[in-house]
């Protein structure tokens, strides 16, 4: 709750005091109205409580355009920086929302050696394992039904993996409770179909990614598209590695047919194609925040970014090279380093970047529901 002098909003901190300068500025000017749905969201309101600035930055895809078309920009004296406020608002509230705290202060400060030592722990962990049973498992060659589980009995490595399933789950759970709350919208917004399917269509294709048509800033102010691309080559390569596990757990406990599955088996060819998203999507999304200008960044929180996109990355390309070696000694191997990684990028995934997927959907459920209620003239 803020606290009101006349009519001004006293905010929790300096970045929102910031954000409130802005976006009363921007109200007057309204120049960017048509590059997403920020500035028309931002239009149906007079006062911007701590809530609305928070859910105004998750509607921010980043995409820099009303940066390179204010007039207003550094160096004039309005100093007029959307996206970096923005930016910097929205890594305020994964900090703010995140569940527990202490696993985010660990995650923020040393993301990317967080992720890193724990997938090489985890991988050590099964090799210990491994090595412990019968030593010449690690680097002997599997094949046949059931090759993958002569290293770790099928049931230990679904529990491991259940576990921080379970665990990811409820710390996302938690964020999205928080940002919920803290936005002011009623639950009944999540039981409307029209909002949720709006939202469903806009993320789906990253509609507001586009610069309002013409793509994503770099730091020589050349617009591109590249950036949904990349975007959308990851989100589908996640979704289609999750659904070809999905469809293996249902062999293995529906049908009785264990892993590893030949080349043409639908959860191999959906787990190829995925991984051949993850590998390129993160890719370029690493090369495209190399090229970003520094002044979209919110540079202080980049670590925990690229050490999500590295999990990802690394999430691909071990499942392809265990994919095409499951036959060869270095089976073993790849396969503990691998499930180190997934179990890396599962346990970071409530502290970084893929909350922030998480609250720009809820973002987009109510800013189609804003939208509805005044074409009908609320
Ligand atoms: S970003 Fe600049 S040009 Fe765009 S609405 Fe705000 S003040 Fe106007
Ligand atoms: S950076 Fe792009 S998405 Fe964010 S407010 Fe500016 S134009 Fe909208």
Not at 230 to 249: E, P, Q
Not at 344 to 352: A, D, N, V
Request: hydrophobic share 45%; aromatic share 12%; net charge neutral.
């Amino acid at each position: 709750m803020n606290i009101h002098i006349g009519d001004s909003i006293i905010h929790a901190s300096a970045t929102l005091e910031e954000a409130d300068r802005l976006m009363t500025v921007c109200n007057s000017c309204r120049y960017c109205e048509g590059l997403c749905a920020v500035f028309p969201a931002m239009e149906m309101r007079r006062a911007f409580s701590d809530g609305d600035l928070n859910y105004l930055a998750n509607l921010c895809h980043g995409c820099g355009a009303c940066l390179s078309d204010c007039q207003f920009a550094p160096p004039h004296e309005f100093d007029v920086n959307v996206p970096q406020t923005l930016a910097r608002l929205r890594g305020d509230t994964y900090q703010a929302y995140v569940w527990p705290k202490s696993m985010a202060v660990a995650f923020e400060r040393n993301g990317v050696w967080m992720t890193v030592m724990t997938a090489g722990a985890i991988a050590l962990f099964i090799c210990g394992f491994v090595m412990w049973n019968d030593p010449a498992v690690l680097f002997g060659s599997h094949e046949g039904a059931g090759a993958f589980y002569r290293l770790m009995p099928h049931n230990a490595m679904a529990g491991l993996f259940l576990l921080v399933t379970l665990y990811a789950a409820v710390a996302a759970a938690m964020g999205v409770r928080s940002f919920w709350l803290d936005i002011g919208e009623p639950l009944a917004t999540l039981r409307q179909p029209g909002s949720i399917w709006q939202a469903i269509r806009d993320a789906g294709s990253l509609r507001y990614l586009d610069g309002g048509g013409v793509g994503c800033m770099n730091d020589d102010d050349t617009p591109t598209d590249r950036r949904r691309l990349y975007h959308h080559l990851t989100f589908y390569g996640f979704a289609l590695c999750f659904l070809s596990t999905s469809m293996a757990t249902g062999y293995h406990y529906l049908l009785g047919i264990e892993a590893p599955y030949p080349w043409y088996d639908l959860p191999v060819v959906l787990g190829t194609l995925g991984g051949i998203g993850l590998v390129t999507g993160p890719l370029g999304l690493l090369h495209a925040k190399w090229r970003r200008d520094p002044q979209l960044l919110d540079a202080p929180r980049l670590g925990m970014d690229i050490a999500f996109i590295l999990m990802l990355f690394l999430t691909g390309l071990t499942g392809l090279l265990l994919m095409a070696l499951r036959t060869t000694p270095a089976m073993g191997l790849l396969l503990a380093i691998h499930l180190g990684v997934v179990f890396s990028l599962f346990l970071s995934m409530p502290y970084g970047k893929f909350m922030h997927g998480i609250y720009r959907f809820l973002a987009l459920v109510r800013y189609a529901r804003e939208r509805r209620m005044m074409n009908e003239g609320h």
